[in-house]
């Protein structure tokens, strides 16, 4: 079937740290990755996608890149802001997964100055 | 009003009452979703809109009932709920929900939902 797991939170970061949320994934054929985001009182988002194997989605400042021999789908940005703080959810979804999206769990961030 | 648009953004009701949920969106997309999400829990898909038809039911209780009067407008009826069902409910759009582009899809806030 088709799942995605990704690391629990919740995550503290000092301001400018290194952020790394692992995500991945369980799919038959080859889904679409994407990487949400969810402001306090607000919907999610989309903040990245990446849609073959190799491709490398990117957004102010975040990156991740879709490993099919991993099956994985990891966030990272170099330096996280105040502003970052948010809940993060991976999601795939694809031509196997009817009008389904599948969401992780998420994980919460908080960045401390 | 851009967007994804829900009303109310919190709602309290006890177990015996009826109210509804309303989104709209202003993207011009023919394709609508409501979403559950609780706490731990990954977003649970509950129905899908696509041109006013309903294409999903994710084995929803009847006492969740949607309707879909034109592609811009989704309610979500409420009846008879149980504690349980406290959750956020989220309303998305897409412009289809089949291929590629079901995968644009855009969310409104949210409506808090507590079920005393």
């Known amino acids: 079937g088709n799942s995605v797991t990704q690391m629990e939170g919740p995550v503290t970061l000092s301001e400018e740290a290194f952020l790394t949320i692992n995500c991945t994934y369980t799919?038959?054929?080859?889904?679409?990755l994407f990487w949400y985001v969810q402001y306090p009182g607000e919907g999610l988002q989309l903040l990245l996608k990446a849609t073959k194997a190799d491709d490398k989605g990117s957004n102010k400042g975040f990156e991740a890149t879709y490993r099919k021999e991993t099956t994985s789908f990891h966030l990272e940005k170099g330096s996280v802001q105040v502003s970052d703080s948010a809940v993060y959810f991976c999601?795939?979804?694809?031509?196997?997964?009817?009008?389904?999206?599948?969401f992780g769990t998420g994980t919460s961030l908080t960045v401390i100055p | 009003e851009t967007g994804v648009t829900q009303t109310p953004r919190h709602l309290v009701m006890g177990m015996t009452n009826k109210k509804s949920l309303k989104c709209e969106q202003h993207l011009g997309h023919n394709a609508m979703y409501w979403y559950k999400q609780s706490a731990k829990k990954p977003l649970e898909l509950m129905f899908v809109y696509n041109f006013k038809e309903q294409t999903e039911n994710n084995s929803v209780p009847s006492r969740f009932s949607p309707e879909c009067p034109n592609s811009s407008h989704l309610f979500l009826h409420l009846h008879t709920l149980q504690p349980e069902d406290s959750a956020l409910y989220l309303c998305?759009?897409?412009?289809?929900?089949?291929?590629?582009?079901?995968?644009?899809?855009?969310f409104g806030p949210g409506t808090r939902l507590t079920v005393t």
């Open positions: 999601a795939l979804s694809g031509p196997n997964t009817g009008n389904q999206f599948y």
């Open positions: 998305a759009s897409s412009p289809t929900s089949s291929g590629r582009a079901k995968d644009e899809q855009y």
């Open positions: 799919a038959t054929g080859y889904p679409s």
